[in-house]
Antibody
Framework: QVQLVESGGGVVQPGRSLRLACAASGFTLSRYGMFWVRQAPGKGLEWVALMWYDGNHKYYGDSVKGRFTISRDNSKNTLYLQMNSLRAEDTAIYYC???????????????WGQGTLVTVSS | QSVLTQPPSVSGAPGQGVTISCTGSRSNIGAGYDVHWYQQLPGTAPKVLIFANTRRPSGVPDRFFGSKSGTSASLAITGLQAEDEADYYCQSYDSNLSGSVFGGGTKVTVL
């Protein structure tokens, strides 16, 4: 059964860092494009980061570019999101999601994890 | 401001139909990239409802229809049921951003 489980969320002060993890099971992470998508309280979905299946291409939304880094550990089949210089506006539920089609990056996202809440507040 | 534009809300009586529009541009929907639709129930993660413009995953009722034309797409729900109350999002790929783009979401209310 294909499943994604996020962890690492919590309350953090502005300017500090946090690393989120997304443990994948039922498939091999390195065969799929993987996404981080966030949702601020009461707001819509916002694409945050994308890593191609080959691990060599990484892209970021404008609001996080230069502050967030997507990576993965193939041996642990786990995706990460390193978040630095956090701001109040980064407060959101962070979801990881898998590109539905192997080696693709333009397809639908399925499945999604349950999400992990990040709150940036002093 | 979302890259794809959706109406904030639509509503209809049980049994009636509603349509949600999703308007993009030449770097996403208009460039030929597929549009996908997600349903998000309160407190849960989004789930794919329509993929590749018109296709329904197994288990999705045939009351849900997707279409795409030019730089826009639409999701139609016929025979509204109370369980259809949710937020709906469209998604595509954008060549300028080299990543996904979402609509702002549409809240469907069953009157």
């Amino acid at each position: 059964q294909v499943q994604l489980v996020e962890s690492g969320g919590g309350v953090v002060q502005p300017g500090r860092s946090l690393r989120l993890a997304c443990a994948a099971s039922g498939f091999t992470l390195s065969r799929y494009g993987m996404f981080w998508v966030r949702q601020a309280p009461g707001k819509g979905l916002e694409w945050v980061a994308l890593m191609w299946y080959d691990g060599n291409h990484k892209y970021y939304g404008d609001s996080v570019k230069g502050r967030f880094t997507i990576s993965r550990d193939n041996s642990k089949n786990t995706l990460y999101l390193q978040m630095n210089s956090l701001r109040a506006e980064d407060t959101a539920i962070y979801y990881c999601a898998k590109n539905a089609v192997a080696t693709g990056t333009t397809d639908w996202l399925d499945p999604w994890g349950q999400g992990t809440l990040v709150t940036v507040s002093s | 401001q979302s890259v794809l534009t959706q109406p904030p809300s639509v509503s209809g009586a049980p049994g009636q139909g509603v349509t949600i529009s999703c308007t993009g541009s030449r770097s996403n929907i208009g460039a030929g990239y597929d549009v996908h639709w997600y349903q998000q129930l309160p407190g849960t993660a989004p789930k794919v409802l329509i993929f590749a413009n018109t296709r329904r995953p197994s288990g999705v009722p045939d009351r849900f229809f997707g279409s795409k034309s030019g730089t826009s797409a639409s999701l139609a729900i016929t025979g509204l049921q109370a369980e259809d109350e949710a937020d709906y999002y469209c998604q595509s790929y954008d060549s300028n951003l080299s990543g996904s783009v979402f609509g702002g979401g549409t809240k469907v209310t069953v009157l």
